[in-house]
């Protein structure tokens, strides 16, 4: 049997790795950590940082794509919003995050959107996409089931959904991160709550009523992450 052996230095460290052969001819490499880097975790948290931001836009221009078509044929596209207990209104459900009602609408859920949403996506992007399924699915459908005969568009819901999340996560886990993350986001975008209310016809106030609820439930099943994960 031979062996060969050769350390190198990693991005993340030095490494040695071991290449033996045995008498039939088969290989096999071993690989081990010696040291770590000391930049390797810095280095690691700036690609994830940069892998979610690019998620982030390419999301964001999909919506303003959106927009543009819609625009351009006079939002004709929002017939296939959310209609109430109507069968072509469940397609709505998963569609009408995408839909909105002019530029101004869109602009005001852009930033609200990248924020929170990049706040979730910073406990991984298998967490981000599974509640923002569950807020779509949930809060979307119970608007379907609940909510005013109208077209209810915009991603306002999910975003509502989002700052559930967050303020209800540092609830349920009580760590200091949480509680700390879920205070900063309720004195910045605290003054929404007063949209969970009918205070306007225009607005779809079930829609972020059930988006909230459905974070609320997010932060509940999703609780046990108490690490950040990998992008």
């Known amino acids: ?58 999301l964001v221009l999909l919506v303003w794509l959106v927009e543009i078509v819609n625009l351009s044929m006079e939002y004709r596209l929002n017939e296939w919003g959310i ?23 869109v602009i005001s859920n852009t930033s609200g959107f990248v924020l929170l949403g990049s706040v979730v996506m910073i406990r991984g992007r298998m967490l981000f996409l599974q509640l923002s399924l569950l807020i779509v699915l949930l809060g979307g459908g ?4 609940l909510g005013r005969s109208a077209h209810h568009v915009g991603a306002s819901g999910l975003i509502f959904g989002y700052f559930g999340y967050l303020l209800a996560r540092g609830w349920y886990e009580r760590t200091l991160s949480s509680i700390v993350i879920a205070l ?43 690490k950040e994960e990998p992008s």
């Open 1 to 58: 049997m031979s062996t060969v052996q050769a350390e190198v230095d990693g991005r993340c460290g030095r490494w040695r790795g071991y290449g033996r052969t045995d008498p039939l001819g088969y290989s096999r490499v071993i690989t081990e950590r010696l040291t770590y880097g000391n930049n390797c975790h810095q280095e690691r948290a700036v690609e994830s940082m940069k892998s979610n931001l690019y998620w982030m836009l390419g």
């Open 184 to 226: 900063v986001i309720l004195v910045i975008y605290g003054g929404v709550l007063w949209n969970l209310l009918p205070t306007d016809t225009q607005i779809s106030w079930e829609g972020h009523v059930f988006g909230f609820l459905a974070g609320i439930l997010g932060a509940r099943l999703f609780r046990s992450r108490q």
């Open 142 to 145: 119970l608007t379907w089931a």
């Open 83 to 105: 209609l109430p207990r109507s069968s072509r209104g469940l397609a709505g459900i998963p569609v009408s995050p995408f839909l909105h009602g002019g530029i101004g609408h």
